[in-house]
């Protein structure tokens, strides 16, 4: 199981600010410009041979300026300390389209560079999409917050594993001196990856408190080390018998497919195929299925045919009598995959039972 947690972080700041031409700290009111700048120095670690390199903090809210940015935005998730397909270009730009609106959101990028170089012409080392809670859980302290969806499972910000050091103490120093909020909300992050454990070291370092709000639980597949026990082995013996059960009574009324996305396959169909099924069972008698509103139709789509142009589009489902009846879609990253839904015919359980009743 892999835990996720909830952890706070006291930022100490209570103004918002800019860098004036002589990079002195300039305070204005919170009008949340579509970009905002702050420049701090940070040491690489002591083991670390490199020169000291100092960060800059930007801020963006505008869709046209993160599409810009696509080129660096895509190495970075290449080279990230933890993936997260949730956070690439492909999937937050129609996040924020359909889902941005009315929620002050932007995008904390973290640059990175040597000491010398013209500011500016730093990498892309940090991507953080933060919103503004003005009165925190009622109280009278406003916050940072990771911006999560309705369809993102995960929070985990990119930063660039070679400099990962320098691009969370940089982005910790901004918020202490230069963001407008006193406190950072760091929602459904890796509970026990690299990145947690350097956020509580750079926060120990800069004598920031951090605390834990809430943590669960989440399933998560890994390779077994033996080959021979194939992904059958993570799923209990009793499990397989009942679904084998399942799979034979389908089969006794009617032609069952296991179906799998081609790279030559029509992904309209797949995607019409998806949202029509989510839209028959409980997601939809409940209108949170995708296809219940236009945003999230679009959304999906758009990220569906993202990925499956890039071949990270993994699609799985069953046919009964040539009809799609189960629908699974997941995104491929690195030597994984994310898991992101799945989808089965309501009519589908009337049937197992009359079967079910009938032996």
């Given at each position: 199981?892999?835990?996720?947690?909830?952890?706070l972080?006291n930022?100490?700041?209570?103004w918002?600010?800019?860098?004036?031409?002589q990079g002195?700290?300039v305070p204005?009111?919170?009008a949340?410009?579509?970009?905002?700048?702050?420049?701090a120095?940070?040491?690489?670690?002591r083991?670390s041979?490199?020169?000291a390199?100092?960060?800059?903090?930007v801020?963006v809210?505008?869709?046209?300026?993160?599409?810009?940015?696509i080129p660096?935005?895509?190495?970075l998730?290449?080279h990230?300390?933890?993936?997260?397909?949730f956070?690439?270009?492909?999937?937050l730009?129609p996040?924020?389209?359909?889902?941005?609106?009315?929620?002050?959101?932007g995008v904390?990028?973290v640059?990175?560079?040597?000491d010398?170089r013209r500011?500016g012409?730093?990498?892309l080392?940090?991507?953080?999409p933060?919103?503004?809670i003005p009165?925190?859980?009622?109280l009278?302290i406003?916050?940072l917050?990771?911006?999560?969806?309705?369809?993102?499972?995960?929070?985990?910000?990119?930063?660039?594993?070679?400099?990962?050091v320098?691009?969370?103490g940089?982005?910790?120093?901004w918020l202490?001196?230069g963001a407008?909020?006193?406190?950072?909300?760091?929602?459904?992050?890796?509970?026990?990856g690299?990145?947690?454990?350097?956020?509580l070291?750079?926060c120990?370092g800069?004598g920031?408190t951090?605390?834990?709000?809430?943590?669960f639980t989440?399933?998560?597949w890994?390779?077994?080390?033996?080959?021979?026990?194939g992904?059958?082995a993570a799923?209990?013996?009793?499990?397989?018998?009942?679904?084998?059960?399942?799979?034979k009574?389908?089969?006794?009324?009617g032609?069952?497919?296991?179906?799998a996305?081609?790279?030559?396959?029509?992904?309209?169909?797949w995607?019409?195929e998806?949202l029509?099924v989510?839209a028959s069972?409980?997601?939809?008698?409940r209108?949170s299925?995708?296809?219940?509103?236009?945003s999230?139709q679009?959304?999906f789509t758009?990220?569906?045919t993202?990925?499956f142009?890039?071949?990270?589009?993994?699609m799985?489902g069953?046919?009964?009598d040539?009809e799609?009846i189960?629908?699974?879609?997941?995104?491929?990253a690195?030597d994984?995959?994310?898991?992101f839904?799945?989808?089965y015919?309501?009519?589908?359980?009337?049937l197992?039972?009359?079967h079910?009743?009938?032996?």
């Amino acid at each position: 199981m892999l835990p996720c947690s909830a952890d706070l972080c006291n930022a100490r700041a209570l103004w918002s600010g800019n860098v004036d031409g002589q990079g002195n700290i300039v305070p204005t009111l919170p009008a949340h410009p579509s970009v905002t700048r702050l420049t701090a120095t940070s040491q690489q670690p002591r083991e670390s041979s490199g020169a000291a390199r100092s960060t800059s903090v930007v801020v963006v809210r505008d869709l046209q300026k993160l599409s810009s940015l696509i080129p660096a935005w895509q190495e970075l998730a290449e080279h990230a300390l933890e993936r997260n397909i949730f956070y690439e270009h492909w999937m937050l730009l129609p996040a924020l389209q359909a889902y941005g609106a009315g929620e002050d959101v932007g995008v904390a990028l973290v640059l990175t560079e040597s000491d010398g170089r013209r500011l500016g012409a730093g990498s892309l080392a940090g991507l953080f999409p933060v919103r503004l809670i003005p009165r925190f859980r009622n109280l009278n302290i406003s916050a940072l917050s990771l911006w999560q969806h309705p369809h993102c499972y995960l929070c985990t910000p990119l930063v660039r594993a070679d400099c990962a050091v320098e691009c969370v103490g940089g982005l910790l120093q901004w918020l202490r001196h230069g963001a407008c909020a006193g406190l950072l909300e760091l929602p459904w992050i890796s509970a026990d990856g690299p990145f947690r454990t350097l956020l509580l070291e750079r926060c120990n370092g800069l004598g920031l408190t951090s605390w834990i709000t809430e943590s669960f639980t989440r399933g998560l597949w890994r390779q077994a080390t033996d080959a021979a026990d194939g992904p059958g082995a993570a799923v209990s013996g009793a499990l397989r018998r009942r679904l084998r059960r399942q799979e034979k009574r389908l089969a006794e009324s009617g032609r069952l497919e296991h179906v799998a996305m081609r790279p030559g396959d029509d992904i309209r169909r797949w995607i019409e195929e998806f949202l029509r099924v989510e839209a028959s069972g409980w997601k939809g008698a409940r209108g949170s299925a995708l296809a219940c509103s236009e945003s999230g139709q679009r959304y999906f789509t758009q990220i569906a045919t993202a990925a499956f142009r890039s071949g990270r589009l993994l699609m799985l489902g069953l046919d009964y009598d040539g009809e799609p009846i189960a629908r699974r879609c997941a995104f491929l990253a690195g030597d994984g995959s994310f898991a992101f839904k799945t989808a089965y015919e309501r009519a589908i359980w009337p049937l197992l039972a009359r079967h079910h009743s009938g032996n």
